[in-house]
């Protein structure tokens, strides 16, 4: 379980930037960058909190 949570982590760090890099604005991508990870961010943690620990 502890390996799955690194491996999203790693995965979202990696994935959001790449997918923000393809957009032709760079101010753009990187607002569109910083609100998914903040989204993300938020949701990891809620997802923490009540799901992964009751497992």
Same mark, same amino acid.
């Given at each position: 379980? =502890?390996?799955? /949570?690194?491996?999203?982590?790693?995965?979202?760090? #990696? @994935?959001?930037?790449?997918?923000?890099? =393809?957009?032709? /604005?760079?101010?753009?991508?990187?607002?569109?960058? #910083? @609100?998914?990870?903040?989204?993300?961010?938020?949701?990891?943690?809620?997802?923490?909190?009540?799901?992964?620990?009751?497992?």
């Amino acid at each position: 379980m =502890r390996k799955l /949570l690194l491996l999203s982590l790693m995965m979202a760090t #990696l @994935v959001i930037p790449i997918i923000a890099a =393809r957009d032709p /604005l760079p101010s753009r991508g990187f607002r569109r960058a #910083l @609100v998914v990870f903040l989204v993300f961010c938020f949701g990891y943690s809620l997802a923490l909190k009540y799901v992964f620990f009751h497992l």
